[in-house]
């Protein structure tokens, strides 16, 4: 069997061979954590934004669509407080030279402790059989005991230096924990430091005109400026939403893990405005409308939870991310934040003008508070692509001058038909025989519904492996009977069942399996 560090690396070298996903630049040797989206990447990407997209602004009657700029007015992250505030602390190894943000270690570090009580827990449910009692031994059991006060002390001295934004105390964890650097396996470690996370350029074409000016890295600061333009314009009574998706920009200390984390990326953001007071109600209430929205596209629920935040940002009275089971770990895929009016009030101090609403009902104006979701499209990519690819052994074929069986296999990708980069490939059997020109006559009947391809090469065989290994639902193959009867045969990604139907039922096939609708429904 595969192992996840495979798995993983067998998806990445599967993104470039079908043309879902290229290193940026790749002819001078790449440029590092920036990726370029090829041909069916960017059907995938672009099916997964439409899916956020319809289950936010067409689906909810109170929550309206933006495209802010990129670039804001510089003063919007002075007020956000990202210029002073976002930082991540770094540190490196003197001995490999490696760089590392220190909490990630730390976190790291309690996450190997979290799975050695999880370790202990399976041994014993193994030794005690059906008597076990999880709950009593996770209580009672001294090994298990002293993991946990172990992990609770490092939480509270980790979280402790953090709020009080203690450095060297960050380094004495590292320190008295004993971690070692992954590469060099030596404790040779740096000072820990602060280090702004936004990349900055400047405006403007002569010299002394210009002014600095940032990248946003993030893309809430354009809904929050544009609050009150967007709640008159569109006579919204709260609570509303104003859901935006688009880049953002964030030069991260360490990226590694392929779309996981990078320099440019794309999120999905939706803020939610509220009567001040009902803010938790609205933070539960999405924390379980998000979760709905992952698990209607049939993957495991176990492969998701939620994860509380230990350590609050400046802004917010309440947050925990939605967590993925990638092939290198659980992972943070999403964040729910309840950020209170901190960031409305922050622009109303720094640009003079008001943020406030009528609330008609109470009779009085206030500032809103703020529920936020925010997904990163690229992580939600790469969600589903590790989960959708399968590599599937086949019943072996037997040789017919051998007389042995030859081994079949097939790699496919069990995405749901909805977000496949492709729904349909029509194959003439043959290219010859008027047979192109009638399998040409079916993608066109398809083509204005679906994104549709033709391809005459190779043999059918491997036609249906190609398609399999892009996660395309259909193939039609077109062969002499066609011509004569107007019927094909029509095969199924998943099963891979062939049927022999009328062209005249295609269309209702195909789009009782790819309609985003019955998903929509699930919600
Ligand atoms: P992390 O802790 O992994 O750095 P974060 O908590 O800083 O993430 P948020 O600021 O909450 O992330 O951003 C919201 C979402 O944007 C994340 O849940 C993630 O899906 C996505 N995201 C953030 N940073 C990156 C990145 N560098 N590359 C890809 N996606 C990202």
């Not at 490092?154 to 004495?172: D, M, P, S, Y």
């Not at 900055?200 to 940032?214: F, L, N, P, Q, R």
């Not at 936020?372 to 989960?387: C, K, P, Q, V, Y």
């Not at 491997?462 to 011509?483: E, H, N």
């Amino acid at each position: 069997m595969a192992t996840n560090e495979d798995h993983f690396k067998n998806v990445i070298s599967h993104s470039k061979e079908y043309g879902f996903i290229f290193q940026s630049s790749e002819i001078y040797d790449g440029l590092s954590a920036v990726y370029d989206y090829a041909q069916n990447g960017v059907e995938l990407k672009k099916n997964i934004r439409d899916y956020w997209w319809k289950s936010m602004v067409q689906m909810h009657e109170n929550i309206v669509g933006l495209d802010a700029a990129i670039f804001m007015h510089p003063t919007t992250w002075k007020a956000s407080g990202h210029v002073d505030a976002f930082n991540d602390p770094l540190i490196d190894n003197k001995d490999s030279k490696k760089r590392y943000r220190a909490d990630v270690l730390i976190e790291e570090h309690m996450a190997k402790i979290e799975a050695k009580i999880d370790k202990e827990v399976e041994k014993a449910a193994k030794r005690f059989g059906e008597t076990f009692d999880e709950k009593m031994f996770r209580q009672t059991n001294p090994r298990v005991l002293e993991h946990i006060h172990k992990i609770e002390e490092i939480e509270t001295r980790f979280r402790k230096a953090l709020e009080e934004n203690n450095l060297g105390e960050v380094r004495q964890i590292i320190v008295d924990c004993e971690i070692v650097c992954p590469v060099s396996g030596s404790r040779n470690w740096t000072e820990v430091r602060q280090f702004n996370l936004m990349f900055s350029t400047a405006m403007g074409s002569v010299s002394e005109d210009s002014s600095v000016i940032y990248l946003r890295p993030e893309t809430a600061q354009g809904i929050f400026v544009n609050f009150l333009n967007v709640q008159k314009s569109g006579r919204m009574k709260i609570p509303f939403g104003i859901a935006q998706t688009g880049k953002a920009f964030r030069n991260e200390i360490v990226a590694r893990q392929f779309i996981f984390r990078m320099r440019e990326f794309e999120q999905m953001e939706m803020q939610f405005f509220v009567r001040p007071g009902t803010e938790m109600e609205w933070y539960a209430y999405w924390k379980e409308a998000r979760l709905k929205w992952h698990k209607a596209l049939g993957t495991p629920d176990k492969k998701y939870r939620f994860h509380d935040h230990i350590k609050l940002a400046h802004y917010a009275n309440a947050a925990c991310d939605i967590e993925f089971e990638f092939p290198f770990g659980f992972k943070e895929l999403e964040g729910i934040h309840s950020r209170t009016d901190f960031d409305l009030k922050q622009h109303e101090q720094f640009s003079g003008k008001k943020l406030q609403y009528f609330d008609p009902e109470l009779n009085q104006s206030y500032v809103p508070y703020v529920v936020e979701t925010s997904i990163g499209l690229d992580r939600m990519f790469l969600a589903l692509l590790s989960n959708a690819y399968t590599e599937e052994k086949l019943p072996g074929t037997i040789n017919a001058t051998t007389g042995k069986e030859e081994d079949n296999s097939r790699v496919v990708l069990n995405l749901p038909p909805f977000l496949a980069p492709i729904k349909v490939a029509v194959f003439p059997l043959m290219a010859k025989d008027g047979l192109p020109e009638k399998a040409k006559e079916i993608f066109d009947l398809l083509r204005f519904d679906h994104m549709c391809v033709m391809e005459e090469k190779d043999n059918i065989g491997k036609r249906y492996r190609r398609q399999d290994a892009i996660g395309t639902p259909f193939c039609i193959t077109v062969d002499p009977q066609s011509l004569e009867d107007n019927t094909v045969t029509i095969r199924y990604r998943d099963t891979m069942l062939q049927e022999r139907v009328a062209v005249a039922q295609l269309k209702a096939i195909v789009e009782e399996k790819v309609s985003m609708r019955k998903v929509l429904e699930k919600l």
